[in-house]
């Protein structure tokens, strides 16, 4: 059974950094696109970052370029979401998802096309 299960979310003051993992099994997160979503209260998903099957490509929402790095680690069958420098606007339910498409759709649609596999999210709060 193909599944996605995030962690590493929790409360941090602004300035602080968190590290989520988004752990797959049942399949081999090494031949699929990964991305990391988000969703604030009343607000619709946004596309966070994603990274190539490869993991040598990656995209950046403008909204956390500079302060997020997306990396995988084939070993662990894990993809992770470094999250430096939060801001009270990064408060949301963070998601990761799996796509098999090609990876010039992916980041053509800011992560979006293809995302068949996702996970139940992890809530990131940033407050003082």
Do not use: H
């Amino acid at each position: 059974q193909l599944q996605l299960v995030e962690s590493g979310g929790g409360l941090v003051q602004p300035g602080g950094s968190l590290r989520l993992s988004c752990a797959a099994s049942g399949f081999s997160a090494d031949n699929y696109a990964i991305a990391w979503f988000r969703q604030a209260p009343g607000k619709g998903r946004e596309g966070v970052s994603c990274i190539s099957s490869a993991g040598g490509s990656t995209y950046y929402a403008d909204s956390v370029k500079g302060r997020f790095t997306i990396s995988r680690d084939g070993a662990k069958n894990t993809v992770y979401l470094q999250m430096n420098s939060l801001k009270p606007e990064d408060t949301a339910v963070y998601y990761c998802a799996a796509a098999k498409g090609p990876w010039s759709l992916v980041v053509s649609t800011r992560c979006y096309y293809g995302m068949d596999y996702w996970g139940k999210g992890t809530l990131v709060t940033v407050s003082s």
